[in-house]
């Protein structure tokens, strides 16, 4: 089925999330580590990025790497570490030329130097860009980000009775992205696990079995599809939404 036929492009999702998982699993089933899956995971982003840039999306966050990811072996992590510098620095130039801009969330002081030297410079580089911003969730956990926004809070010396919903808000790392209209998380897993908490709260969920390797365009343009047949109430009737 052309799944990418059947969206409607007056219904697309501004902001869309998504929790890539699967990737050692895919691995063991083809006989081989872990690390293999997060290497081919990379094809699944690119291909992720084209859809949603094809249809107009204009914000796209990937949960990269947890801070509870650091508990992993250390061989894995300095892996990933490695993945994710070489990536950006082969990938770089493609996403200039078409109109990405890259940014990211998270405590980006636990990231090696190496790690952080590149991915500012691709920040850097890309920053006029507006076809789509990809956003890296690197060393992110939504309790950290919240917890760090009630500190800021805090030595802001703002009131309590100052303090509302857009305060919060503005305080997260999240302050100058709209919130996620759809959340897609792959492999068969329904939990949220720490991602955008408090930015999820009226988001559509969608989760399938496909493990992130196996992640394509056509399983993207499925989940939009998904989305785009339901009806989103925010807490109102039919009635009131007709109204």
Not at 54 to 74: D, M, Q
Not at 125 to 151: F, G
Request: aromatic fraction near 10%; glycine fraction near 4%; include cysteine.
């Amino acid at each position: 089925m052309d799944w990418q036929e059947k969206i409607d492009r007056n219904n697309v999702p501004k902001h869309v999330a998504v929790i890539m998982d699967g990737n050692g699993r895919w691995a063991r089933q083809q006989g081989e580590e872990r690390i293999f899956g997060h290497f081919s995971g990379v094809d699944a982003v690119r291909a992720t990025l084209k859809a949603a840039r094809n249809i107009g999306v204009k914000f796209l966050t990937l949960y990269a790497f947890s801070t509870e990811n650091w508990n992993r072996p250390l061989e894995e992590v300095q892996a990933l570490m490695d993945l994710l510098v070489k990536t950006i620095i082969r990938e770089l130039d493609e996403l200039d030329d078409n109109g990405v801009r890259l940014q990211a969330i998270g405590d980006m002081q636990m990231l090696p130097e190496d790690c952080r030297s590149e991915l500012q410079a691709a920040m850097d580089r890309t920053a006029k860009n507006d076809e789509i911003s990809l956003i890296l969730a690197l060393s992110y956990s939504a309790r950290w980000e919240m917890t760090e926004a009630v500190k800021k809070i805090v030595q802001e010396d703002i009131k309590a009775e100052n303090i509302t919903a857009d305060t919060v808000s503005n305080h997260l790392q999240t302050a100058n992205f709209p919130d996620p209209e759809l959340m897609i998380r792959t492999s068969g897993e329904q939990r949220i696990s720490n991602f955008l908490l408090w930015q999820l709260a009226y988001s559509e969920l969608y989760f399938t079995d496909v493990l992130w390797p196996d992640f394509n365009e056509s399983e993207f343009y499925k989940a939009i599809c998904d989305y785009q047949n339901r009806e989103r109430r925010f807490g109102k009737t039919s009635d009131q939404i007709i109204a």
